[in-house]
């Protein structure tokens, strides 16, 4: 059953990685810029749990960090970038270092929290942070393959999806 718990708590680690990442292939990134964030993304989903784990009772006695405003911050920056990009021709985009470790680092925040209460879930944390990491790998992975594939078959239409997309999971994580 412990295990069970682990794998849920990674694939729900792994959704906002994995909605983000459509939001981003749908810009038409180039493959190997996926790929590198997707692992980049893998990676900090291993060690932020460790560093939650390590500074986890100063982040809940001190300050109460509300992720859900950070990715609606996020959203709303993804939302500008398409509504500006709307009328250019579709073209692979380039994502720079610090966009990726950015984008990264935006989607392992949860994992961060996660591991100021790991000790509670289980004993075995680096199993654990092995689960997180190959789950949100796969799913960034595929979010970006997802976004990229709409786009090349529904060219100028992948950009009205999209900012229908972020426009809703704004509206959706300010009801929330």
Partial sequence: MEQLT?????????????????????????????????????????????????????LTNKYTINSKFILIATLLIILVEMIKSYNEDIKEKDMSFIESITFSFLVSIDSLLIGAGITYITSKIILSCIYFSIFSFLFTLGGFLLGKYITQKSKQNAKIISIIIIFTLIIYFLCK
Avoid: Q, R
């Avoid at 990674?10 to 959704?15: H, K, N, R, V």
């Avoid at 906002?16 to 939001?23: E, I, R, Y």
């Avoid at 810009?27 to 932020?48: A, P, R, Y």
């Fill in 6 to 58: 682990i794998i849920l708590i990674a694939i729900s680690l792994s959704i906002d990685a994995f909605t983000l990442s459509v939001a981003y292939g749908l810009l038409n990134i180039k493959k190997k810029k996926i790929i590198i964030t997707s692992i980049t993304v893998g990676i900090f989903h291993f060690f932020m749990p460790l560093i939650g784990l390590l500074i986890g009772n100063i």
